[in-house]
């Protein structure tokens, strides 16, 4: 089974910058896309931004970067320029497509907790 560890998550002040990473228990590179979603209190899970495994990105808003780094299985979140309705908790999730049918597993992280607030 694999394990998706967030973490970077905390307090920040409106206008200001976090990093978030996930780690995986295996290698990144096997998976067909990996993301990054969020929650806020009452709302529906919404995507962040994704990577494929060529290296495509699509992203929800331009002030979030995703990047990974295949030798540390790890894929990362920048957000800059961070406002109060940013504040959720932020998921990984990792996509790995099993046959040419289009079936797949997918696997979720815990969550971490992003909080925009002065």
């Known amino acids: 089974q694999v394990q998706l560890v967030e973490s970077g998550g905390g307090l920040v002040q409106p206008g200001g910058s976090l990093r978030l990473s996930c780690t995986a228990s295996?290698?990144?590179?096997?998976?067909?896309?990996m993301s990054w979603y969020r929650q806020a209190p009452g709302k529906q899970r919404e995507l962040v931004a994704e990577?494929?495994?060529?290296g495509t990105t699509n992203y929800a808003d331009s002030r979030f970067t995703i990047s990974r780094d295949n030798a540390k299985n790890t894929v990362y979140l920048g957000m800059s320029s961070l406002k109060p309705e940013d504040t959720a908790v932020y998921y990984c999730?990792?996509?790995?497509?099993?046959?040419?049918?289009?079936?797949?597993?997918?696997?979720w992280g815990q969550g971490t907790q992003v909080t925009v607030s002065s």
């Open positions: 295996g290698r990144i590179t096997s998976f067909d896309v």
């Open positions: 999730y990792a996509k790995r497509v099993v046959n040419v049918e289009g079936a797949y597993r997918d696997f």
């Open positions: 990577i494929r495994s060529g």
